[in-house]
Every structure is written in structure tokens, then in C-alpha cells.
């Protein structure tokens, strides 16, 4: 018995310990509940949900005003004290919405009554019973209309009740409501529908604007007029009802006719460069007075416009427009499409930050590169050539120009005035592809984030994209003569300047920059291309490049004076090809009526000539000093030690590249230079077609010499002679399988190349002309 006693007492005291350990364990987890719910109990005050992110006014740098209520989300809103709100307003949405909203506390029991009656009667939900409270409580925290969101949303708005006043509330709930599309609060809904601050609103225009918040799709004034006004009459009635006003008032405010301003009257200008840079803002800026010109602006906008108008017929919808101040580096125009409100014409789109192939408008940087790096000179003379480049996994790549035209010999300032492909690719090979997509990057270009080897040298001719804002931060660039700038957005030392990333500083020497800009503007270098009064000549110094992309997808202008920087881009936000339209005929234009406009009342000054550098006459074939053969004399700069080199007699002679150019053109500046074999050439490899009956292969001389020719060929049977001409380059002769040499002789001058002919069967895995497939890139100027 005794130990039964024992056994009880020890199962008592355990479960006593038992119980004490569940009651502490409730009471932590009690505890742990009722902090973690502290912020869901507590009262809120108005200072809690004070609107930060609100409306931004927006003026040009002559105070004139751009736009206003503009937020980083692109919602229009603007935030005003009860008293600078029209009490026509204030009765309106207090008559509409919450009639007993000075009696009420959170919840309003008669309507809620009245609205479980009602439907009851109908089988169905009639009306609402929510408060102006509840309604912000549902502004607050957005959610589906469940019931258990409905409880969150009463004891939310028991928290507004016991942490603000009725007018904290008030205040807050008119400066969100929902006005129809992204407009939100009264002072943003009176500004964008009848440009009047809130305060002016009269009882017409108040009534309409407390219609709004009940349904604001299905009353959006730009939209819905005829609904708006018949909720407009209830609205009023509602007020006549609660003694506001009288019925003849009613009845006059609903026939007022009211002028509504078009959909985009909240923005006067620029809506691109403003919803761009309001992403950029921090939040308690409510104006900011920018570098924008607004007649300016205008302008290009209209001019944009105009261009695209009249490039419709070629497939041609959009454009967009920069204009930098260069001295400052202040942008003063920014167009980014022909109508930021056309949604159905990509308007929204920004082609100032769209990135895009550039075409040729990044050749003037690689130019000055091969420059700084001495891997070509002003007076150097490139080959204009048919090239040719092996690609792994690819066809053969050779670029061509838009006019599929070569021009054999010419000098850095003509290959880059005329914007010639073959020459480019050919300095950048020289360049090297890593050390050109650095300085591309140095000058700017961030979103050419790629390997080397993913651009390749394609790179010259724009293989990859980048933003029109990124083209003409660089082009200012080098109208500074290398000295970088950050672009300014905002007038200096006013509240909301953007302090730039990019330092200044210098990228070379001035007199390379000033190489660059000197041959940019030179209307005769660029004149085989373009002529020489097209529409990039000005009446005034202008440098300036263009720039198509491949397919005729994009178009480019880039150019400058000593004063502006325009960049204009035309083409499609969609991605559709234009119709053969290039640089100088989309693009183009676009620039020289901006460019004629900033210069209509001042003239700028001549840009300043390379320094240390000194003009000799040259021959414009071989970059040497003229002789009495030289049919054509130009001058080019000189560094002060290329002048011993200069001065020095030299002979020129055209490299085995130009040996298909010879073939094609025949060019009289070169007939009697040197007697040279263009067809076949060392090591080609020919394919003989046993279906063919006797083919035959054109041999071919670069021209014709002054005295007889001898044609030898030579194989494994000797040597035998082919023929004598005298007034002919070439001869024919049968295609017959076997190596061979082949010979010519005149004077004393000879040339001799080795060449196969193969049958079909063994097709070589060398170069043979006719297993080879050709592709090319156009990139016109």
C-alpha cells in the first residue's frame, strides 16, 4: 500500500512539472505572437502613410514648364493640403461615397444595415456599405474582395480611426483615389483633364471628378463620357440631397459644357526624357528644373514628325533625336519617338535608349585609335580591295559597300569620309578587336558587353548595339578633341542634379581628335560617296558620319559643330526593314534641318586645325609626294617626323591584294606601274567540269603595257609560249588538269604565278574558286 502511495505521489509531481512546463510554453508562444502582431495592432498615424513618391514638375531651363505630376512609376500623382482642394470637391466625394463621414467611425452600420437588406430583397449584392476609411484602408493594401481580406480591411481601418483624425484621413484618401488610367488624386486628375490646380476646381468640374473614383475604367473621361455624365448627375443629386447645393444648381453644373484637354496635355514636352529621368530621382523632389529647350524641343519633335511623314511610302515609322550642348555637355532636345501617346504605334519606345546596330558611326573611333597606336597616318594609303576572311563554321565573309563598288587605293581621310568597309575591317585588324571594344567602352559604350570574339571584326561595321545616347555622348567626345564630358540633365546646382558615373578626362592627344573632325567635315573627301553638296554639306563647318545597319533595319546621323552635337536615328521600334533607305536618306536629313535650325542666327567658328601638324601636297593615289605622273594633288597633314620620309623620292607599287581590283577596273593610273599576273594568282586552285566541252580560263594582266607581251606556261611538258599581244590584257587559254606556271614577259618587266587545275572527282581542300561559297556584309555609308 505503502508503495502504491509512492508510485501516486511520483506521477502527481510529475504531471504537476508537466503542466507548469505547457503553461510557461504557451505563455513564450503567447508572447512571440503578440510581438510579431504588434505593427498589425498598433494605431496608424498619418505620418505612416505619408505619400513620398508623388508628382514632379518638370520646367526647361528657361523656367517654361514640361510636364508635371509625374511619378518613377509613371502613375500621375500630386499630393495638396484639404486646403488647397476646392469644397465643391470635397462635398462632392463625401456626398458620393461616405454621406455620414463625420458622424462615421470605421465602419458605417446603417449602410452596412442597408446594404444586408438590399440584398436580401435581391438575392444579390446591391450596393456597398464601405466608408471613405475603408476605402483607404483598401488604397492602402491593395486585395481580392474575400471575406477574409474584407475583415483585414475593417480592422485596418479601425487602426486609421484610432491612429488619424478625419481630416489626416480625408487628406490622405483624396490624394489616391483613382481617377481613370495611371492619374491618381484630385490635384493630378484636375491638372491632366482640365489643366486647373484643384483649388480652381468649380462645382461642374468637381462633380465630374468625384464621379470618377466608383468605377474608374468604366468613367475615364478621355473614354467614357456619356457614362461620366450620368454618374455626374447622381453625383449631384447625392449633393442636393445632403443640402450642398440646390437643384438648380445641379441642374446648371450638368449642362456646363467642360473642355477636356487631349489624353497628353499633362506633359506640354519631352515625355521620353521625363519619364527617363523621373526613374533616376530620388523621391521627395517635387521640381526640377532641366537642361531642356523647350521651343527646341518642339521643333525636333516636329521635325521628327515631319521626316517620318515623309518616309511612310518606304516603310518607315519611327525616329528619335538628341541635341547636346557641347561646351557644357547640357542635352537641350530629346526626342524619342514621332508621339509618345501613339500605343499603337510603339510610341512609348524610346529610341534615344533603345540600343541598335550603329552601322558605320563607330568607325571615326577606330580611325583615331589606329591613329594613337600609329598603325596608320593621315596620308596612308588602305586597299579598297575585294577581301576575303575565313570564318570557322561560316561562309567566307567579305564586306562590301553599299554601292558594291571598290575603289583600289585610297587615303584614311577618303576610306573614312566615304565610310568604305574593306579598309575599316582592314585597320581594325590591325588594331585588334580587344583594344577597339576597350576604347569603344572607355568612350561610353556600356552595353557593348560582349567578348572581342563574339563582335569579331564585324565590330567595325557595328556588330553590336548601342544606344543613340551612347553615340552622342561620344561624338561629343570628339568634338572636344578627346576630351570626355557627363552629359547634364539638370540645371547645375539646382535641386535634383544627377551627379554622373563618368569623370571627364582626356582619351589622347587633341591632334588626333582634330584629324578626325577635320576629315569628317571635308565635303570633297567624302564627295564619291555622298558628293559634294548633299544634305551633310552645311553653309557653315560641320563634321558629321552616318551609318546604316545591316538590312536597312536602322538609320544613323551623328554629327557636330563647335557649338551642338545631333544625333538622330531613324527606322523601326519592330524591327521591320525600310526600303533601301541608308544613313544620308533616313537619318540625314533629320540632322540637317536640326543642325540649319541651331545655326539660323549665329554662325559657329571653324574648327581648329590638328596642332603640330603641317599640310603637304600629296598624290591622292599613292600618299607620296607628287610626281609629274600624278594626275590628282591634294593636301594632308603631317607629323613633324614623318616629314624626312616625305621628303624622300619613292617609288609606289599596288601590293598582290589589288590583283582582282586590277582585273576588274583596268584603272589608267596604274597601266604602266608594273607588269602584273591578276588572274590566276599564287596557289589558286580551279575545278575542270568534265560535263563542260573545252573550258577555258581567262589569263588575265592588271593592264595594258606599253610594249608586246610574251605569255609562257609551264608544266610537267615544259615550257611552251602561249601567244604575243600587243592591245589586249588578256588571253584565253584551254583549262587543262595539272600544275602549272605561268609566265609573262615585256621588256624588261616580268611577273610569274603557279596555280592547279583539278578534276571534279578530287576536290581540293585548299581555296578553289569553285567550291567556294561567297557570302558579303553591305553596310552602306
Known sequence: MQKLTELTQFWHNRNARFRRSIKIIFALGLLGVTVRSLPYLAPIRASDIAQTEQAITFTDRNALRLGTILTQNQDRTAVVPLDRVSPHFIQAIIA???KRYDQNGALDGQAIARAILEALQAGEIVSGASTITMQLARMLEPAPRTLPNKVREVW????????????????????????????????????????????????????????????????NPNYNWRSLKNRQRYVLQRMVEDGYITATQADRAHAEEIQL??????????????????????????????TLDRPLQEFVQAQVQHVVSALAPYNVHHAAALVIHNPTGEVLAYVGSPNYFADAQLGRNDGVQALRQPGSTLKPFLYQLALEKNAVAPHTILADVPTYYAIPGAKLYSPVDFSEKFLGPVRVRVALANSLNVPAVRVLERVGVATFLLRLQELGFHSLTESPEHYGLGLALGSGEVSLWELARAYVTIARQGERIALSVTDGGKEGEIPSPDSPHSLASPADWALITDMLSDRHARAQAFGVDSVLSLPFPAAVKTG?????????????????TVATWVGNFSGDRMKKVSGVRGAAPLWNRIMLHLHQDREPAAFPPPENMVQRPICATT??????????????YFAPEDLTAYN??????????????LSRHNPPNFASDALKIVVPQNDDYFIRDRTQDNPRLQLKLAAIPETPVEWWIVGRQGKQRLAITESSDSIFWPLTVGEWTLEVKSGNRSDRVTFQVQPTESLPARRGFSAIEESTNTESP
Open 96 to 98: 458620393a461615397e461616405d
Open 156 to 219: 485596418m481601418a479601425w487602426r486609421l480611426v484610432a491612429g488619424m483624425n478625419k481630416a489626416e484621413i480625408l487628406h490622405a484618401y483624396i490624394n489616391r483615389l483613382p481617377m481613370g488610367g495611371n492619374v491618381y488624386g484630385v490635384e493630378a486628375a484636375s491638372r491632366t483633364y482640365f489643366g486647373l490646380p484643384a483649388s480652381e476646381l468649380t462645382l461642374a468640374h468637381a462633380s465630374l471628378l468625384a464621379a470618377i473614383p466608383n468605377d474608374p475604367n468604366q468613367y
Open 261 to 290: 484637354l487631349l489624353p497628353d496635355r499633362g506633359i506640354l514636352a519631352a515625355p521620353h526624357f521625363l519619364f527617363w529621368l523621373a526613374n533616376q530621382l530620388p523621391d521627395d523632389i517635387s521640381h526640377l528644373q532641366t
Open 548 to 564: 546604316t545597319s545591316s538590312d536597312f533595319r536602322d538609320t544613323w546621323t551623328v554629327g557636330f559643330t563647335r557649338d551642338y
Open 623 to 636: 600618299g607620296l609626294k607628287p610626281t609629274e605622273e600624278c594626275s590628282s594633288v591634294v593636301l594632308e
Open 648 to 661: 624622300q623620292e619613292a617609288e609606289f607599287t599596288l601590293s598582290d591584294d589589288y590583283n582582282e581590283w
